[in-house]
């Protein structure tokens, strides 16, 4: 279902526009993200319930064991390095947290 409030995204949005090369941008189903150049770092999930964060499997792991009330992932990201934030239940500092995770994970990809 889509139905997704923009605003949403804003917390999340402001913290990842502070890494190098980040650009807003629009996904899937015009849904709010930042890119890394052309790689995504996140984006609002069109049902406007999470956010999609890229992230490393070693990050992500952590993340979910120490954060399961903020952090899960749907069947859909299980093979891929993502994480999902539930809008409006995370912490700055977590926020921050998994975007750093997903900016070092996208510039050690473009390195090999």
Known sequence: MINFNPNDFEPVRRIALEF???ADSLSHYDTPSVKIKKHLLCRLN???EWIVVRTDFESRDHFLEQYPESCFITPHYQNYPYICLQVN???TDLARAVLESGYKAIIAK???
């Open 89 to 91: 239940n995370y912490s």
């Open 20 to 22: 190098p090369n980040a």
């Open 110 to 112: 473009k390195k090999k």
């Open 46 to 48: 069109e049902n406007g």
